[in-house]
């Protein structure tokens, strides 16, 4: 079985930052490309961020949010600076392989 864990998410003020991460475990075999989503209430799950041969942002996070990974630890993670409350959302990594794997979210607020 794969699986996902992502951490990293919770309160932060405007203008804060966070890390987050995702390690896939299990039986995944060649990893394309990696990556996550946001989706806050009452919204579509918006893309975020991917890596694969090269990195892609959403404009709205073009310049503020990094992402990168380790290969060897089928890890992805996602730096966000300069976060806004806009940035409010539920955050899930995903995995291109075989098939797509998602991770199961992790919170992230941005709140005075």
């Known amino acids: 079985q794969v699986q996902l864990v992502e951490s990293g998410g919770g309160l932060v003020q405007p203008g804060g930052s966070l890390r987050l991460s995702c390690t896939a475990s299990?039986?995944?075999?060649?990893?394309?490309?990696m990556g996550w989503y946001r989706q806050a209430p009452g919204t579509q799950r918006e893309w975020v961020a991917n890596?694969?041969?090269?990195?892609d942002y959403a404009d709205s996070v073009e310049g503020r949010f990094t992402i990168s990974r380790d290969s060897a630890k089928k890890t992805v993670y996602l730096q966000m600076n300069s976060l806004k409350p806009e940035d409010t959302a539920a955050y899930y990594c995903?995995?291109?392989?075989?098939?797509?794997?998602w991770g199961q979210g992790t919170q992230v607020t941005v709140s005075s």
């Open positions: 890596i694969g041969g090269r990195s």
């Open positions: 995903y995995v291109d392989a075989e098939i797509r794997y």
């Open positions: 299990g039986n995944i075999f060649r990893i394309v490309a």
